[in-house]
Every structure is written in structure tokens, then in C-alpha cells.
């Protein structure tokens, strides 16, 4: 199957500081790439659905100014974890998708832990 | 809304014993149908899908499900499981809007 890259695998930041995640499709065009949070032993929750070149989407609860996306390319979107905070210490994943009928491929997952 | 459930949280069984892990979808229009695992320290991986067509869909790893449109249901089985098969597996299904929505997970952990 097609390879989607998550960047950084694991990141440790300060409280109040900023953090962005990479989200890279490899071998495909990505014209969908969503956003997961993945508390442990729980469920992937959708975050938000971003499309090339226009605004993310965002589900309800998810705070827009917090979680800033971009999907400036076809191949890649960015996640910012803006002023994190320890209650945003979470496994965030990614996946990216061509058409709308196709399999979306994920990425690693990044492990954020805010101190 | 369409929404996902799956009936095991956590199921254990011995090497050889036979799988089948639960899931019901809300929504009963045309419905595309995924099985997802996440194998320990791993990232999510498909197992199989269904579209349309044969609604008994074969995947890797001598995985199947039965999409029982009547039921609204999409189970996995497995005739006998290994223990490789310890793992998170995910029932996901695309709301309307086309966004992926997973089950709440079971976890399978397989005895040697």
C-alpha cells in the first residue's frame, strides 16, 4: 500500500510552547489528509479533515486556534500544537487519502508529552 | 450521524482458537466498510475493506469479514489465531461527508 510519514515519531516540549507535527504522503497525491487523537486504550478521535488548499475542517470540541493545520501541497500537511499544555499530551495520528472511495493509509503517529 | 460500535473491548483467546470480533454501523444507505490493526508499538494497518460486491471480503493475514447488510454489521473472523494476531483491531466506516470513523477498538491478546 501507499506510505504516509509522520514527523517527529515522539516529541517532548516545555508547557506554553509550540510543537508541529509533519504529515507526508510518499508515493500518492493526498487530496484529504485527517487528524486523530489517540488517548490510550481508547479509540482514534477525528480532529479535523483538511483538503489541499483550503481551510481545515474542524470536529466539534476541537479548538481551531489550538490545533492549527495546514495542507499547503498535495503531499504534505502540518499540525500545530500551539501553547501546549500537559492535558495535551496525547498519540496524534495521520492519514492521508487520494480519492474519496479509496483506503487511507496512516501514518506512525507521533507521541507528544508536554512537561 | 454514522457511528461505529464495537461489541468487545477485550477479548483473550488460546493459540487456534477461532476470532470473530464485532461491528455494527448506524447508517444504512451505500456504505464502504474497514477493518484496521494496530499491532503493538505499530501503526495502523489495513486488513481489509469492503466497497461492494462479494460481501464476504478476504484480507491479509487469513482475515475475513462478512458485510450482513441486514444486521448493519461487518464482523471479522478468523478460523484460527495466532499469536501474532495480539493486537488493537478497528472497525471504520466514512460518515457522509467521507471522514473515517472507527469503532471504539477491541483489543485481542492471543495465549501461546
Known amino acids: 500500500g501507499a506510505v504516509v510519514s509522520q514527523h517527529p515519531s515522539w516529541v517532548i516540549c516545555k508547557s506554553g510552547t509550540s510543537v508541529k507535527i509533519e504529515c507526508r504522503s510518499l508515493d500518492f497525491q493526498a487530496t484529504t489528509m485527517f487528524w486523530y487523537r489517540q488517548f490510550p486504550k481508547q479509540s482514534l478521535m477525528l480532529m479535523a479533515t483538511s483538503n489541499e488548499g483550503s481551510k481545515a475542517t474542524y470536529e466539534q470540541g476541537v479548538e481551531k486556534d489550538k490545533f492549527l493545520i495546514n495542507h499547503a501541497s498535495l503531499t504534505l500537511s502540518t499540525l500545530t500544537v500551539t501553547s501546549a499544555h500537559p492535558e495535551d499530551s496525547s498519540f496524534y495520528i495521520c492519514?492521508?487519502?487520494?480519492?474519496?472511495?479509496?483506503?487511507?493509509?496512516f501514518g506512525q503517529g507521533t507521541r507528544l508529552t508536554v512537561v | 450521524a454514522q457511528s461505529v460500535s464495537q461489541h468487545n473491548h477485550h477479548v483473550i483467546l488460546s493459540e487456534a482458537a477461532s476470532l470473530e470480533l464485532g461491528c455494527n454501523y448506524s447508517y444504512g444507505g451505500t456504505v464502504n466498510l474497514f477493518w484496521y490493526v494496530q499491532y503493538p508499538g505499530q501503526h495502523l494497518q489495513l486488513l481489509l475493506k469492503y466497497f461492494s460486491g462479494d460481501p464476504l471480503v478476504k484480507g491479509i493475514k487469513g482475515f475475513e469479514a462478512e458485510f450482513i447488510k441486514s444486521k448493519f454489521s461487518f464482523n471479522l473472523r478468523k478460523p484460527s489465531v495466532q499469536w501474532s494476531d495480539t493486537a488493537e483491531y478497528f472497525c471504520a466506516v466514512p460518515n457522509q461527508g467521507g471522514k473515517l470513523i472507527f469503532g471504539q477498538g477491541t483489543e485481542l491478546s492471543v495465549k501461546p
Open positions: 492519514s492521508a487519502r487520494g480519492d474519496t472511495n479509496t483506503e487511507a493509509f
